[in-house]
């Protein structure tokens, strides 16, 4: 079991769902969130004067998968996910983490099963 964390660019929600559709994920958690890359939240400069850090409006997707999902829902999020042919700077991150256990509070089901 893998717990998949994606940030995205919050136009790009109803893509990226569209995609995990297609790859039969149908489960999801999105929270707002709000950060910054490398770019330091800049989206561009002011003379020579660096314009300070700005926390720039993101989505953050929480995906709990089996081992046999972990690839077509990454690749699903980067589809649906990315800006243009190549992308662009900005269009967000994708962290796949090991999952020890997963209990689903209605029936008590563990692991796999529960998910």
Do not use: W, Y
Not at 43 to 68: C, D, F, S, W, Y
């Amino acid at each position: 079991m893998k717990l998949i964390i994606a940030i995205i660019q919050p136009g790009k929600l109803e893509s990226v769902k569209q995609a995990l559709t297609q790859v039969e994920v149908v489960r999801l958690t999105v929270l707002d969130c709000q950060g910054f890359g490398r770019q330091r939240g800049q989206t561009g400069r002011i003379g020579t004067h660096n314009a300070g850090m700005n926390l720039l409006p993101k989505l953050q997707l929480q995906i709990a998968v089996n081992e046999e999902f972990v690839a077509p829902t990454v690749a699903a999020i980067t589809e649906g996910g990315r800006s243009g042919e190549g992308g662009e700077i900005g269009d967000g991150k994708i962290f796949v983490l090991p999952m020890d256990d997963c209990v689903r509070i209605r029936t008590g089901q563990r692991g796999s099963e529960a998910i």
